[in-house]
Nanobody
Framework: QVQLMESGGVSVQAGGSLRLSCRAA????????MAWFRQVPGEERKGVAS???????NYGDSVRSRFTISRNDAENVLYLEMTALDPLDSAAYYC??????????????????WGQGTQVTVSS
C-alpha cells in the first residue's frame, strides 16, 4: 500500500527558512510525478511545486524563486525548501504523487496519493 507522510512543519518567524520532507512507503518517488500543495482552512487547495521523474520542476507563481522542490532518490525522500517565508505562506502543506505515464507533471489537477499534511505557521 502506498503511504506518504510529510514532516518538518513548525512555527517560524517571517523571513525565515524551513525544509519540509515527504517520505514514501512502497512508492519509488523517482518514478512518480511528485508535488506539494498547500491549503488554508476555508480556502481551496493550491499547487506549490512539482517535480517529474526527469527532475523537471514547476512552481506556483506565489512561491517561485523562494521555494525549491527536490528529491533524494537514495533516501526516497521528497523535499520542499522554503525561504523568505511570509505569513501568507502559512498553511497545511501536503505532498502528493501521481503515476507517470509520459504526461505533464504540474502542481495542479488530480493526484491519486496524498499525505496527511504538515502545518506551517509563519508569524510576523
Amino acid at each position: 500500500q502506498v503511504q506518504l507522510m510529510e514532516s518538518g512543519g513548525v512555527s517560524v518567524q517571517a523571513g525565515g527558512s524551513l525544509r519540509l520532507s515527504c517520505r514514501a512507503a512502497k512508492l519509488s518517488l523517482g518514478t512518480f510525478c511528485m508535488a506539494w500543495f498547500r491549503q488554508v482552512p476555508g480556502e481551496e487547495r493550491k499547487g506549490v511545486a512539482s517535480i517529474d521523474p526527469n527532475g523537471r520542476t514547476n512552481y506556483g507563481d506565489s512561491v517561485r524563486s523562494r521555494f525549491t522542490i527536490s528529491r533524494n532518490d537514495a533516501e526516497n525522500v521528497l523535499y520542499l525548501e522554503m525561504t523568505a517565508l511570509d505569513p501568507l505562506d502559512s498553511a497545511a502543506y501536503y505532498c502528493a504523487a501521481n503515476c507517470s505515464h509520459g504526461l505533464p507533471c504540474l502542481p495542479s489537477g488530480v493526484f491519486y496519493f496524498w499525505g496527511q499534511g504538515t502545518q506551517v505557521t509563519v508569524s510576523s
